[in-house]
């Protein structure tokens, strides 16, 4: 008996039929009339198990004390209990509360017939406005259908219209590339309107300064000639006895400096505006950059060539007439540093697009012309011209097709092999002064580059067309006789 009496304990089965008591009564008005029987049902059968174990209980417990323990408790409690429960219960409904359910029976049935008679009510309502929708859509599928009709009358029209103004469109795309083809021939024009013009008003300066070298050569000549010499004491006084360094070399780092920045900005800023201009004209890209590189070259070759000419001019006309105390060469360079204006950069230009014509590695459509990158030329020269009057002249590094790849003077292009030792062809020079570079230039490696590089050199020189060789008249530079040393 005390082991089933620890098991009921243990179970607890009354707290759980108290949990699930309270747990009903809250859910009561929110779930629905079968799960509330369903919850009795399952109250009634957890009660019927615990009173299974208490009747057994109950058993072991009357075995326990005897034949006659227990009885007087089983006779006053149990017995009475039993016939209470098992006794039929007489009705508790009353006359009143019959009558009171009748009424309540009633009303349900009268709130009943109104709330149907209201619904059928607003299905009427909702059946009219559905039929006026459908009238709706009926007539919006009309205008739908008109308006299809439309759209495809005005199709009809513009494909008419557009047939019709095809030929204007061509007509007027041809007007176009007239005008742009007119307007490129009067930039031209105007380009060598405004060197010509430079050179006029340079010509006029020059007759300014030969007239008033002239006359100061007079009065030279008259006080040599008169009885009275003029002291010796007073010559340190001149200008050109100064034992101050020149103006070339008290700006021999700057200019340095700033003709470094600016060979970076023809790489960075003029080469991509070439580059550009001619992809219009040469979809291959490495045609292009051959092209740029040639011109690059070619300029600087003909920029030093003009800077020799030039001092050589210099020289000549400075000679009769230098006094000291700075030598003649720096004299030279001092003069030619403060009137780089006389270099005549048009004819490096024509003689880098004449050289450009008979080169064998570069080709170019016979319709167009290499004055296209006359500007990148031009800057190009100036920029070499300039670098000649550095104490340490800037020059360009020696090229040669399919060399040896060398990290210290170039550095690879985006679309090289990596592995490749052998340059095939160069994107842009390298800048040197002496033997060691300033500026790095840019290459492309691949495999076979020798290979390639011979079979262009052996391909038959381009023969050059009559605007190429003729594109523009090559501008005299000054007369040896129109330079003076009073400039200086």
């Not at 459908?134 to 047939?163: C, G, I, R, W, Y």
């Not at 080169?359 to 920029?383: A, G, H, K, M, Y």
Request: glycine share 2%.
């Amino acid at each position: 008996m005390a082991d089933s009496l620890r098991r009921l304990v243990n179970t607890s089965s009354f707290s759980v039929l108290q949990d699930k008591l309270e747990s009903w009564y809250k859910d009561y008005h929110v779930i629905s009339c079968d799960q509330n029987l369903n919850r009795c049902c399952e109250l009634v059968e957890l009660t019927s198990k615990i009173q299974g174990q208490l009747f057994t209980i109950l058993n072991f417990t009357a075995r326990e004390g005897g034949h006659y323990a227990g009885v007087d408790v089983l006779k006053s409690r149990l017995l009475p209990w039993l016939g209470t429960c098992f006794s039929m219960a007489t009705s508790s409904v009353t006359n009143d509360t019959s009558l009171n359910l009748i009424q309540e029976s009633v009303e349900k049935e009268r709130k009943i017939r109104e709330l149907s008679a209201s619904h059928e009510n607003d299905m009427q309502k909702m059946e009219t406005q559905l039929c006026s929708t459908h009238l709706q859509l009926d007539s919006v599928k009309q205008e739908l259908a008109d308006a299809h009709l439309q759209l495809d009358n005005t199709k009809n029209m513009s494909a008419t219209t557009l047939l019709a103004t095809e030929d204007e469109i061509l007509q007027l795309k041809a007007e176009l590339r007239a005008a742009r083809d007119q307007v490129e021939t009067y930039k031209r024009k105007v380009d060598v309107l405004d060197d010509y013009e430079r050179q006029v008003r340079l010509l006029r300066d020059e007759v300014s300064f030969l007239t008033a070298e002239k006359s100061m050569l007079q009065e030279r000549l008259v006080r040599s000639c008169s009885p009275s010499p003029l002291p010796r004491q007073s010559r340190p006084s001149s200008p050109l006895k100064s034992e101050s360094p020149t103006r070339a070399q008290l700006t021999n780092s700057s200019r340095h400096a700033r003709l470094v920045s600016r060979f970076s900005d023809l790489y960075a800023v003029e080469r991509l505006e070439a580059q550009s201009l001619l992809r219009r004209y040469i979809d291959d890209l490495e045609m292009v950059q051959r092209i740029i590189f040639i011109a690059t070259v070619e300029a600087f070759q003909a920029a030093k060539l003009a800077y020799r000419q030039f001092k050589l001019r210099v020289k000549k006309t400075l000679s009769p007439s230098h006094l000291g105390p700075e030598t003649l060469e720096d004299s030279v360079v001092d003069y030619i540093v403060r009137n780089l204006d006389l270099y005549d950069v048009q004819a490096s230009v024509n003689d880098v697009i004449n050289a450009m014509n008979v080169n064998p590695r570069i080709s170019f459509p016979p319709e167009v012309d290499f004055v296209l990158i006359n500007s990148f030329i031009r800057e190009t020269c100036r920029v070499a011209f300039a670098m000649q009057t550095l104490d340490s002249p800037l020059d360009l590094a020696f090229t040669s097709g399919g060399e040896l790849y060398s990290d210290n003077k170039y550095r690879r292009s985006y679309d090289s092999e990596f592995t490749a030792p052998l340059v095939a062809y160069h994107v842009w020079p390298a800048l040197v002064e002496g033997d060691s570079v300033i500026v790095k230039g840019e290459a492309v490696t691949r495999r076979g580059a020798l290979w390639r590089s011979r079979s262009r050199s052996c391909s038959p020189v381009r023969s050059g067309s009559p605007t190429r060789t003729l594109g523009f008249s090559r501008s005299r530079s000054p007369s040896p006789g129109r330079l003076s040393a009073s400039r200086l």
